[in-house]
């Protein structure tokens, strides 16, 4: 097999001649080209250095002039004999774009060289030519070469599960191949609490599962961490009290406060703290109560690094108290302001000034159809103890929706779903507010809106959403980008879920866990995913 000197000359990785070309003259074979990228009769420029080529038929690369007998030039093919071929013509360039035939790259070797043999590297998927006392190892069509290993297209990185050859892309390198990967051993439940440690991990509570044959709800007092650097679960202790819709909140000195949630026995005003570095058996402690119970509320870490609890349901209803866990002191004071309308089901979003936005919930008894779904807004100042309703309101009204803060400092609130006194003609869209405005701008979903879903913001800025209570859409993953307000489809949850948890991992990927599976009958995701974007 002979590799053309047009796709030498393309790559323009001849390499190995020294600077000063041997004190040959310009224009001359093993001399520097002319500066208009030329050379004499008989010779080409590669790498500005003038190379003597040899190709079929007398053909000669762009810009050399070819009238030299074919037979002059030292320069000869290193075959080998089990090198896949592709269909590349002898002597023709290979094809730039990682079509079939030599695909134009190639590796670059640092020793000396007479001839061909000593350009031979040992791969079955390279062509080994010795050119000016320099080394190319040209790779066949189909093939990466990496870490000195021939590699067919579309093997995966055995490292990295979401890396694969591809030799139109990246025939030297691992390419980056956005996917979920699937984890076994995952606690199965839904309405628990996923919290990204300090050091790393990821801290599962709580949570319930229900029975299939007799709709009971089972509620869960143990704990789990996952190690994304083992990718194992390990059992977390207990905590003294089973809970669902309950909270979970990383603590400045890396501890968690758990507070509230309800079990069989009603709702919880109980608080617990949990130590990641002591052993799994002595890593919960009690924390002071609440002053009220309250399931399905919100805790927000504040700048001061006090823990702010607000709404949920209280006894009957929703409420509209908040108050603020000091851990300095391990207590509970409770500021004068209250929401300005009782919600549960709600998100609180710290904003980049450090106050805090709610957004959507519900009022009303546990009963579907006397429920009213919330579309307003407020933000709660620590500094100065305020309550502010905001003069927006969201374009529908909404429950099980997430609110993620953006590098802009505006909040993009998507998905959610009213059930019960909604308003007429409210469009099936996002919201993006931005608090300088104290606005609303409606963003277009992509398919229909989710709910019980994931939202977690990337590294790069986008928010990637995962999941949905629809069963059409269990595995519907996608991501936005707010710089030009458009969603990407990714690839889908190998289990589709709704009510998982999820969080960002230190290392960019997106861990998510729990979940439902099936609502007929109920059966949840025993397995957990992460997603390499």
């Known amino acids: 097999m002979r590799i053309g000197w047009a796709a030498v000359v393309a790559l323009g990785w001849v390499i190995g001649c020294s600077d000063d070309n041997n004190g040959n003259a310009p224009g001359t074979e093993g001399g520097p080209c002319y500066p208009n990228g030329t050379c004499n009769t008989g010779l080409t420029c590669a790498s500005n250095v003038c190379v003597r080529f040899q190709a079929p038929d007398g053909a000669a690369p762009d810009g050399a002039v070819s009238d030299a007998p074919a037979s002059e030039g030292p320069i000869q093919d290193s075959v080998k004999p089990d090198a896949p071929t592709g269909d590349a013509v002898v002597g023709e360039a290979a094809p730039l774009d990682g079509g079939e035939g030599l695909v134009a790259d190639a590796l670059p070797d640092a020793m000396q060289c007479q001839s061909n043999t000593d350009c ?28 000195g290993t021939c590699r067919t297209g579309g093997t995966v990185n055995p490292a990295v599960p979401c890396q694969k050859c591809d030799p139109a892309k990246s025939p030297t390198t691992w390419y980056p191949d956005a996917c979920w990967v699937s984890i076994s051993g995952a606690p199965t439940r839904e309405r628990h609490t996923v919290t990204l440690l300090t050091d790393g991990r990821v801290l599962i509570t ?29 059992a977390a202790g207990q905590m003294s009290a089973a809970r669902a819709d309950h909270t979970a909140t990383l603590l400045q000195d890396g501890r968690v406060l758990v507070t509230g ?15 990641p570095q002591k052993p799994a058996a002595q890593a919960w402690s009690a924390g002071p109560g609440m002053a009220q119970s309250r399931w399905s509320h919100s805790a927000t870490m504040l700048q001061s690094g006090d823990v702010l609890v607000a709404g949920g349901f209280h006894a009957v209803d929703s409420i509209a108290t908040i108050a603020v866990y000091k851990p300095s002191s391990n207590s509970w004071v409770t500021p004068a302001a209250l929401l300005t309308e009782a919600r549960r089901g709600h998100t609180a979003t710290r904003l980049k000034g450090g106050k805090v936005l709610f957004a959507g919930g519900i009022q009303g008894t546990g009963s579907i159809w006397n429920t009213t779904y919330l579309d307003t807004l407020e933000v709660y100042d620590p500094v100065v103890g305020t309550m502010t309703k905001s003069k927006a309101v969201m374009s529908k009204q909404r429950a099980g929706h997430t609110s993620t803060l953006l590098p802009t400092g505006k909040v993009f609130i998507v998905g959610g779903v009213c059930l019960n006194n909604c308003k007429s003609g409210a469009l099936q869209v996002d919201d993006l507010y931005d608090p300088a405005a104290d606005a609303i701008t409606p963003r277009a979903h992509a398919g229909d809106l989710p709910s019980t879903h994931v939202a977690v913001l990337l590294k790069d800025g986008r928010v990637l959403v995962a999941g949905d209570i629809d069963a059409a859409d269990y595995a519907n993953v996608f991501a936005y980008d707010p710089v030009g307000a458009l969603w990407t489809t990714m690839p889908s949850l190998a289990v589709g879920r709704w009510s998982p948890g999820g969080t960002l991992l230190k290392d960019g990927s997106v861990f998510v866990v729990g979940g439902v599976t099936s609502a007929s009958p109920y059966t949840y995701a025993n397995t957990a995913e992460r997603f390499y974007p």
């Open 120 to 147: 031979d590297d040992g791969l079955a998927c390279t062509t080994d030519v010795c050119s000016a006392g320099g080394c190319v190892n040209a790779i066949a069509g189909g093939f990466c070469v990496i870490d």
């Open 206 to 234: 709580g949570g319930w599962t229900t029975d299939p044959q007799s709709a009971q709800n089972t509620f869960h007092s143990t704990a789990l961490v996952y190690s994304p650097t083992t990718g194992q679960f390990a």
């Open 261 to 275: 949630g309800r079990n069989a026995a009603g709702y919880l005003q109980s608080t617990e703290l949990y130590d």
